[in-house]
């Protein structure tokens, strides 16, 4: 697997401002965000924003081979990237935004999702499309499900935690400090 070099997630980073972060995410982060899974139950798994495919890549090699894993990436450059590196009959890959998540999975597969992961920079997103997208991957997910979603660690509250209280049952927040830069982890439960 070849997932996208350095330099061109740079590249990335310096002509679409959705991007977000000038390097993907690291193994740390990966790893602190995907403890929160069960792949031993998961059926459905989608990831918004993929970027790099640091994340991709190391759930799809936790994840069961009969699971399913959809990706939903706006950037048309990442997304091409994406359909090179990950050439496994379990991606559903998506050039398209979160905002749609619900045309996208919604009867598309053999389960619903259980677990949504983001990485999309909820602070660039305007108001009404950021609680469109928190009330739509409710909407999506099974029951019990759970929303990952880590951002910047020095977000507001404002930004995405009291939009998850609004809609899922419990909310929690972690930081992660080994990661450029720290992260905010939210782990949001239906
Ligand atoms: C901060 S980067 C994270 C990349 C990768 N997940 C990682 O952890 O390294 C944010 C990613 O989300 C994508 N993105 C931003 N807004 C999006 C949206 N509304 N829907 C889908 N992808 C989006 C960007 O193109 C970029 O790939």
């Not at 918004?48 to 706006?74: D, Q």
């Not at 404002?158 to 905010?184: A, G, T």
């Amino acid at each position: 697997m070849n997932i996208m070099s350095t330099m061109n997630y740079v590249k990335c980073f310096l002509r679409d401002r959705n991007v977000a972060s000038i390097t993907p995410t690291s193994p740390f982060g990966v790893k602190r965000v995907c403890k929160k899974i069960d792949f031993s139950t998961a059926n459905v798994i989608v990831e918004y924003g993929p970027g790099a495919g640091v994340f991709t890549e190391y759930l799809l090699k936790k994840m069961r081979p009969t699971a399913h894993l959809v990706l939903i990436e706006r950037n048309p450059d990442m997304f091409k990237c994406l359909q090179e590196s990950f050439r496994d009959q379990r991606v559903h890959l998506f050039n398209d935004s979160a905002e749609n998540v619900g045309n996208l999975v919604n009867g598309q597969l053999p389960h619903k999702p259980d677990y949504v992961i983001s990485g999309i920079p909820f602070s660039y997103i305007d108001q009404q499309a950021r609680q469109d997208i928190i009330q739509q991957t409710h909407e999506v997910l099974a029951d019990k499900g759970k929303f990952l979603a880590y951002q910047t660690f020095y977000q507001k509250d404002d930004h995405l935690f009291v939009h998850l209280e609004h809609y899922f049952k419990q909310v929690k927040s972690e930081f992660e400090l080994l990661n450029i830069p720290p992260m905010r982890i939210y782990e949001a439960m239906k």
